[in-house]
């Protein structure tokens, strides 16, 4: 028994008040207000604030580094802290005592640059935040150039990429005005604008230009940076051309001039390849609709369902009035067109338009022709749907819709009838790529100037394809899948514009015929299809920067054959 006892007395016992630490700060916080027991003085001008050292070590890094080395602060009872904000300095020294900072309007700043010196990385990081979720047009220019002060990158990132997708509102305010001339020649060369038309750059390099008459010196170079080739013929004759600060500025006619003879005279281009690049902002995410299409039995369906890509997840939305497969889809100010396609019985000519914040579909004018397995594009706001099939043949025919009137109205014919191929806007340009007639299949392909309302032959494709996918993606245009005549692909092929031809690209890992491709947020999704087997409710996304395919969450409610738009989060 006497043993047993030794032993119990002998076991450790580990005795803990948690709350200990925290408490014991705050003693020593109520101590320093009531000015005892302070061991330093901290000075900025004529403001002194008192603390103690032991605190002040435990908590902030730079004071830490001071106090336990051999500086010469060290040992003094008052240090100077240049160039930081008193407010600031006495909202940091509390921070150390009680762990808590409030962030406003007016002290973000000041305690982003406090934070900074004193190595708060965590207050520092919490700024960012504060001004990240506050970005606006009207203030994101100065937040970007404070945040490269003072080393924020994502904050500037962030900055930067907002100022990008709401440029032609930040184009209005007074930061912009303000901008120096290498920040506005920076941000008039960049690809990722997010804009209606090309004309709006030309109006905000005007703006700028107009806001100080000593300006006008650099029109010319502002003038090389804007993609007047882009610009609508008559927008240059009539705006462009008739401005009193390009007519008396003869690099400033010639640029207007070179732009003309692109639209005039296509076979004397010899520009280089940025001023006929179309702009993208692809930071801007979508939302991937998937419209009609088939179910596993083959028939035609008026299911929809969207695709959130931050979520990997589908959701199902009110379903077409009309079944459709094989249906064209258009976006158009945050509308999503539903045109044509095969209700099971015979090829339609009907169109009915969603609208996303309400959830409801309303039908609109028809095409003047049936067709579907039609291309459908979007070029300066107006809706374009190329070829396809009628029931009978395939056709060469176009047709162009305005939203605004509600009207169709037939264009320039292709040189080849074609069905189910691949077609897309590419540097300002619409692109038709393969398809077929009822005969063969095609590689070739041809694109389509809308100013002149003029096709024209371009490099063909390595293979032939037709129900492939085809996208733009910056300043590249991909196509991916289809079917050659003897079996259904999984190849894709990639063109550049500056090279002047196609190249392989890596193979998707599953074949696709009638598969729909898309871009957003930098990347492309192929959506659906059939294998040769079955049709698909499969995705693949193709990451740019890896080089490769990976799968995404699969469709719900469809089993391929869809069509697909993207509508962007937040639309011009």
């Given at each position: 028994?006497?043993?047993?006892?030794?032993?119990?007395?002998?076991?450790?016992?580990?005795?803990?008040?948690?709350?200990?630490?925290?408490?014991?700060?705050?003693?020593?916080?109520?101590?320093?207000?009531?000015?005892?027991?302070?061991?330093?003085?901290?000075?900025?001008?004529?403001?002194?604030?008192?603390?103690?050292?032991?605190?002040?070590?435990?908590?902030?890094?730079?004071?830490?580094?001071?106090?336990?080395?051999?500086?010469?602060?060290?040992?003094?009872?008052?240090?100077?802290?240049?160039?930081?904000?008193?407010?600031?300095?006495?909202?940091?020294?509390?921070?150390?005592?009680?762990?808590?900072?409030?962030?406003?309007?007016?002290?973000?700043?000041?305690?982003?640059?406090?934070?900074?010196?004193?190595?708060?990385?965590?207050?520092?990081?919490?700024?960012?935040?504060?001004?990240?979720?506050?970005?606006?047009p009207k203030n994101c220019l100065g937040v970007?150039?404070?945040?490269?002060?003072?080393?924020?990158?994502?904050?500037?990132?962030?900055?930067?990429?907002?100022?990008?997708?709401?440029?032609?509102?930040?184009?209005?305010?007074?930061?912009?005005?303000?901008?120096?001339?290498?920040?506005?020649?920076?941000?008039?060369?960049?690809?990722?604008?997010n804009i209606k038309a090309e004309e709006q750059v030309f109006e905000a390099v005007l703006s700028w230009v107009r806001h100080d008459d000593e300006r006008s010196a650099v029109l010319p170079d502002l003038l090389s940076r804007v993609r007047l080739p882009l610009c609508r013929p008559h927008f240059l004759s009539d705006r462009v051309q008739q401005e009193a600060l390009v007519r008396c500025c003869h690099k400033c006619r010639d640029l207007v001039d070179e732009a003309k003879d692109f639209h005039l005279m296509p076979e004397r281009r010899r520009l280089p390849a940025f001023?006929?690049?179309?702009?993208?902002?692809?930071?801007?995410?979508?939302?991937?609709?998937?419209?009609?299409?088939?179910?596993?039995?083959?028939?035609?369906?008026?299911?929809?369902?969207?695709?959130?890509?931050?979520?990997?997840?589908?959701?199902?939305?009110?379903?077409?009035?009309?079944?459709?497969?094989?249906?064209?889809?258009?976006?158009?100010?945050?509308?999503?067109?539903?045109?044509?396609g095969f209700d099971g019985q015979s090829r339609l000519s009907t169109v009915e338009v969603y609208n996303p914040e309400t959830d409801s579909w309303t039908r609109v004018s028809s095409m003047n022709s049936q067709r579907s397995a039609m291309g459908t594009v979007v070029v300066d706001g107006h809706i374009y749907v190329c070829g396809g099939y009628d029931g009978k043949s395939s056709l060469n025919s176009v047709e162009c819709y305005s939203p605004e009137t509600d009207r169709w109205a037939v264009v320039t014919e292709m040189s080849a009838s074609r069905s189910a191929a691949g077609v897309t806007v590419f540097e300002g340009r619409i692109f038709v790529s393969g398809g077929h007639d009822g005969l063969q299949i095609f590689n070739t392909v041809e694109y389509y100037n809308h100013h002149t309302d003029r096709w024209h032959a371009a490099t063909p494709m390595i293979n032939k394809r037709c129900r492939h996918g085809a996208a733009p993606l910056g300043s590249f245009m991909y196509v991916a899948g289809g079917y050659d005549g003897s079996g259904f692909l999984s190849g894709a092929e990639v063109y550049s514009s500056a090279a002047g031809?196609?190249?392989?690209?890596?193979?998707?890992?599953?074949?696709?015929?009638?598969?729909?491709?898309?871009?957003?947020?930098?990347?492309?999704?192929?959506?659906?299809?059939?294998?040769?087997?079955?049709?698909?409710?499969?995705?693949?996304?193709?990451?740019?920067?890896?080089?490769?395919?990976?799968?995404?969450?699969?469709?719900?409610?469809?089993?391929?054959?869809?069509?697909?738009?993207?509508?962007?989060?937040?639309?011009l």
């Amino acid at each position: 028994m006497g043993d047993a006892v030794c032993a119990e007395l002998e076991d450790l016992v580990h005795f803990s008040v948690p709350e200990l630490p925290l408490r014991g700060y705050g003693v020593m916080e109520e101590v320093r207000r009531q000015g005892r027991l302070c061991d330093v003085t901290l000075k900025v001008g004529d403001h002194k604030f008192s603390a103690h050292r032991i605190v002040l070590v435990a908590s902030i890094p730079y004071f830490h580094a001071m106090f336990t080395t051999d500086m010469m602060e060290s040992k003094q009872d008052e240090i100077v802290m240049q160039g930081m904000d008193p407010s600031a300095l006495e909202a940091l020294i509390n921070f150390a005592y009680n762990g808590h900072v409030a962030i406003d309007q007016q002290n973000v700043q000041s305690l982003l640059v406090g934070a900074s010196f004193l190595q708060l990385q965590n207050v520092k990081d919490a700024c960012c935040s504060f001004l990240q979720e506050r970005l606006h047009p009207k203030n994101c220019l100065g937040v970007r150039q404070f945040a490269e002060t003072m080393m924020c990158t994502t904050l500037y990132d962030s900055a930067n990429c907002f100022l990008h997708q709401h440029f032609v509102d930040v184009s209005l305010t007074e930061e912009f005005l303000s901008l120096r001339q290498d920040d506005v020649m920076e941000l008039v060369g960049c690809d990722e604008l997010n804009i209606k038309a090309e004309e709006q750059v030309f109006e905000a390099v005007l703006s700028w230009v107009r806001h100080d008459d000593e300006r006008s010196a650099v029109l010319p170079d502002l003038l090389s940076r804007v993609r007047l080739p882009l610009c609508r013929p008559h927008f240059l004759s009539d705006r462009v051309q008739q401005e009193a600060l390009v007519r008396c500025c003869h690099k400033c006619r010639d640029l207007v001039d070179e732009a003309k003879d692109f639209h005039l005279m296509p076979e004397r281009r010899r520009l280089p390849a940025f001023k006929t690049r179309q702009r993208s902002c692809t930071s801007i995410t979508g939302l991937i609709y998937a419209v009609g299409g088939l179910n596993s039995s083959g028939d035609s369906l008026n299911v929809v369902e969207v695709f959130d890509l931050m979520a990997n997840v589908w959701e199902r939305c009110q379903p077409m009035r009309t079944a459709r497969s094989r249906v064209g889809v258009a976006v158009v100010n945050g509308l999503l067109y539903a045109i044509g396609g095969f209700d099971g019985q015979s090829r339609l000519s009907t169109v009915e338009v969603y609208n996303p914040e309400t959830d409801s579909w309303t039908r609109v004018s028809s095409m003047n022709s049936q067709r579907s397995a039609m291309g459908t594009v979007v070029v300066d706001g107006h809706i374009y749907v190329c070829g396809g099939y009628d029931g009978k043949s395939s056709l060469n025919s176009v047709e162009c819709y305005s939203p605004e009137t509600d009207r169709w109205a037939v264009v320039t014919e292709m040189s080849a009838s074609r069905s189910a191929a691949g077609v897309t806007v590419f540097e300002g340009r619409i692109f038709v790529s393969g398809g077929h007639d009822g005969l063969q299949i095609f590689n070739t392909v041809e694109y389509y100037n809308h100013h002149t309302d003029r096709w024209h032959a371009a490099t063909p494709m390595i293979n032939k394809r037709c129900r492939h996918g085809a996208a733009p993606l910056g300043s590249f245009m991909y196509v991916a899948g289809g079917y050659d005549g003897s079996g259904f692909l999984s190849g894709a092929e990639v063109y550049s514009s500056a090279a002047g031809q196609w190249s392989h690209l890596v193979a998707m890992s599953t074949r696709r015929s009638r598969v729909s491709l898309v871009a957003t947020s930098g990347r492309l999704y192929a959506v659906g299809g059939y294998d040769g087997q079955s049709n698909l409710n499969s995705v693949e996304m193709f990451d740019v920067e890896n080089n490769g395919w990976s799968f995404m969450a699969p469709m719900v409610w469809h089993e391929g054959g869809v069509g697909v738009g993207c509508v962007p989060l937040n639309p011009l």
